[in-house]
């Protein structure tokens, strides 16, 4: 028993401190673990990997060894993101298939499909949603609900799909990508965008929650990402605290890669900014949005 206890005690202080390294130098941390090629031998489905911070994603894990499951809607930006890769990192293998995630019952095909292909899914993260809500009142509820649907009830069918596959295989990370909008409810266009991904972090807690309660060893994590400069939002004002998608999304993968159970990303500042939210008052939270 006291050897069990200590054990216990020595792999999370080794957490712990890969949790700190990874949050403080993503950059460096994953070049550790790129020297290591930490995902060699193992298979990541990432949703929503033709562009934006799922096609980021790709590229860094990748990187480090990992086989790639890779879907979105775009066959082309797929095709050429696969050859590309492939050229670069020739021991890897990856695979694509074409996926719009307001089609529920295509998330379970293809996840399945994948597991067809690798024989073994190591992580899924669930990455595609978007990000087009309105005012609230203002005659756009057919965007706002869209807005709901792709970013909750989409989220909810891949968690679903990889459940299913992470219970059959009695492992698996689950990964879901949330965001700072997330931690209050915010005004403008981000009331909607904010409730489903507030949503979606309280749906992989519950299922953090059942794995704990079921004692299965399956992971959970919930990032939640600031301000990240993609392609999506080129022409967009300036935000607070906004970093380019190189940065953001190594301080994605360095918090996956260190097993977090949540994580706001980049750490700093956004670490700061989450609790603050939380119990500042609206007034205040609002200039933040």
């Known amino acids: 028993m006291q050897h069990?206890?200590?054990?216990?005690?020595?792999?999370?202080?080794i957490k712990s401190k890969d949790q700190l390294f990874?949050?403080?130098?993503?950059?460096?941390?994953?070049?550790g673990l790129n020297k290591q090629q930490i995902g060699h031998g193992k298979t990541i489905l990432i949703t929503g990997a033709s562009s934006g911070l799922g096609e980021g994603m790709a590229r860094l894990f990748a990187k480090l060894?990992?086989?790639?499951?890779?879907?979105?809607?775009?066959?082309?930006?797929?095709e050429g993101l696969k050859t590309e890769l492939s050229a670069q990192y020739p021991d890897i293998r990856i695979e694509y298939r074409v996926l719009d995630v307001s089609d529920y019952e295509a998330i379970f095909e293809v996840f399945d499909a994948f597991?067809?292909?690798?024989?073994?899914?190591?992580?899924?993260?669930?990455?595609?949603?978007?990000?087009?809500?309105?005012?609230?009142?203002?005659?756009?509820?057919?965007?706002n609900r869209r807005t709901v649907e792709i970013n909750f009830v989409s989220a909810l069918a891949q968690c679903e799909a990889a459940m299913n596959i992470f219970r059959a295989q009695n492992s698996g990370h689950l990964v879901v990508i949330s965001s700072m909008s997330a931690m209050r409810g915010l005004?403008?266009?981000?009331?909607?965008?904010?409730?489903?991904?507030a949503g979606l972090a309280h749906l992989a807690e519950g299922i953090r929650a059942d794995m704990l309660l079921t004692k299965l060893p399956i992971q959970i994590?919930?990032?939640?990402?600031?301000y990240i400069r993609t392609e999506i939002n080129t022409n967009a004002k300036p935000l607070p605290f906004e970093v380019d998608a190189d940065t953001g999304t190594k301080a994605i993968v360095a918090a996956i890669e260190a097993g977090v159970e949540e994580a706001c990303v980049p750490s700093l500042p956004w670490s700061i900014v989450g609790q603050a939210m939380?119990?500042?008052p609206l007034q205040i939270v609002n200039k933040v949005s």
């Open 221 to 226: 994590s919930t990032i939640y990402p600031g």
């Open 278 to 280: 939380k119990h500042l």
């Open 187 to 197: 005004p403008k266009h981000l009331t909607a965008y904010g409730a489903s991904k």
């Open 115 to 143: 597991v067809g292909d690798f024989g073994h899914i190591d992580r899924v993260v669930v990455n595609a949603g978007i990000g087009d809500s309105r005012r609230i009142g203002k005659g756009r509820f057919d965007t």
């Open 22 to 31: 990874g949050a403080i130098q993503p950059a460096r941390y994953l070049k």
């Open 4 to 13: 069990k206890l200590m054990s216990l005690v020595a792999k999370t202080a």
């Open 65 to 78: 060894g990992y086989n790639l499951a890779i879907c979105a809607r775009r066959t082309e930006r797929l």
